[in-house]
């Protein structure tokens, strides 16, 4: 995992999940470098209760990040989770 600075650059909307224990939150939130126009940006999930919490877009979020890779029918994707994200004052 990875903890970085990051500006909120936008949030979708709180859906419901099927899991094997039920119902769980999901949102999706990208994320940008502090550094100007060509800086890098991420699309994270957020699950669970941490996917409640909206974030004010262009504020600044302490967020630990984990990478992961999965291959599906030959093709390789990478997914990016927050598993924990606090906005700072």
Do not use: P, W
């Not at 970085?4 to 936008?10: F, I, P, Q, R, T």
């Not at 919490?53 to 927050?82: C, P, W």
């Amino acid at each position: 995992m990875e903890t970085k600075v990051l500006k909120v650059v936008a949030q979708t909307e709180v859906t419901k999940v099927q899991t094997k224990n039920g119902e769980k939150a999901k949102c999706m939130i990208r994320l940008k470098e502090v550094g100007g126009e060509y800086a890098d940006e991420y699309q994270c999930s957020l699950l669970g209760d941490i996917a409640l919490t909206k974030f004010a877009v262009d504020k600044l979020v302490a967020v630990s990040l984990r990478f992961s890779t999965h291959e599906s029918n030959g093709v390789y994707y990478q997914d990016i989770m927050a598993n924990e994200i606090a906005q700072i004052n």
